[in-house]
């Protein structure tokens, strides 16, 4: 049996409108009523996802989050740091001229907010999904002591398009480069991406790789699908995303993630 599901926020758990529908919450509830654990696995901030911990009563015992793409895996209770890997400012600084070149806005995601050198709409559009306040600051005049969490170029899914074959060869040896959306491209630490994530709370839990289910539809989500026991794609999932997946579920409108814990946790419980 599947021991632990872990759920990508944004076109996975929540429908258009930012929300957890009640098929979505009722079936994730049965599941952990039979003892199965629940992770959150998001490319979001912490302050991002805390009201869904708490919607989903995952904020006691011994639950876990795997934020910023798994670049920081925390206790829901006690506020435990089971990890953190974070970038420098040198290389947020780096990635600006590069952006530069390339054409596109940039912003960097710290330990409580989004920076931006340009104000524009995408960052808006960070700061408003995740609740969290944004500051645009010359790069030159950002306190060397700020943390550097993740760093993300920003705009238009033309753009985004564009750039992505633009890319100097070495930024792939240096960062993890994973799209979240058609306007975000991210840039993590090397050592990590969401499945390095669900495998440290894996260990916590004492809980196998094949007993893992996890559920995405962007390309941040690949490294955790391809190393599920279980990897699904929602039915609104990119193509290179359906095309790793063991399995692809209905959309995130279509509780797509209820249909999962139904037919691969509920359903073989209730024939056991």
Known sequence: MYKLIALDMDGTLLNENKEISVQN???????????????????????????????????NGEEYTAVFNG???????????????TLSLDDYKMLYTTSQK????????????????VKNEYTDIEADINGINQREIPIEEIDHNTTIVKVMMVDSPDNIDRIISQ???????????????PIFLEFLHKTVNKSTGIEKIAERLNIKRDEIICVGDAGNDLHMINYAGLGVAMGNAFDEVKEAADFITLTNNEHGVAHVIQKFILDVEKTA
Not at 102 to 117: F, K, R, S
């Open 25 to 59: 919450r009722k079936a994730i509830l049965d599941a952990r009523k039979l003892g199965v654990k629940i992770v959150l696995a998001s490319g979001r901030p912490l302050k991002g996802v805390l009201k869904y911990v708490k919607e989903l009563e995952l904020d």
């Open 71 to 85: 670049s920081l895996v925390q206790n829901n209770a006690t506020g435990e740091i089971i990890s953190k890997t």
């Open 102 to 117: 390339l054409g596109v806005h940039i912003h960097a995601l710290t330990d409580h907010d989004v920076i931006t050198p």
């Open 167 to 181: 890319l100097p060869s070495e930024l792939h040896e240096q960062y993890t480069i994973v799209r979240s959306a």
